[in-house]
């Protein structure tokens, strides 16, 4: 039997501060780990809140910045809400209802890399 268990996102960054300012304090990730091969050596870590895990990385081979990874989830509202309510200057997203029957709100990232977090109106039936 062939299971596909999830997919992490692998996206570039260019600062740790910058990284950690964006995902744990506006977007309310937590850094689950940090690897560097040396002191000098740029950093891979990993973040995540709840079920959704993202990779950051500095390695300039690992990926390229201005990705975009589209996230399904249930409670944007609420979501929209906290994030609203901190003072991050540099991002203020909406929230949008989307040609496909969704609620949509996308954050860039400093890096230029996009999230779209995506909750359906109406749930379309996964494939069997």
Known sequence: MLIFDRVIPILR??????????YVQFLGFKVDWEHRFDEKAPLYMQVSRGNLVFHL????????????????????????????SKDYQYMRP????T??????????????????????????????
């Not at 300039?60 to 609203?84: K, N, Q, W």
């Not at 909406?94 to 209802?97: F, L, P, T, Y």
């Open 13 to 22: 960054i260019f600062s740790i501060d910058k990284a950690k300012e964006f």
């Open 57 to 84: 990385t500095e390695h300039y081979g690992d990926c390229c910045p201005g990705s975009t990874a589209f996230v399904i989830m249930t409670g944007l509202d609420e979501f929209h809400r906290e994030i609203s």
């Open 94 to 97: 909406g929230v949008e209802i």
């Open 99 to 128: 040609p496909w029957n969704a609620k949509l709100m996308e954050v860039i990232d400093p890096f230029g890399n996009r999230i779209r977090f995506n909750e359906y109106l109406n749930p379309p039936r996964k494939e069997q």
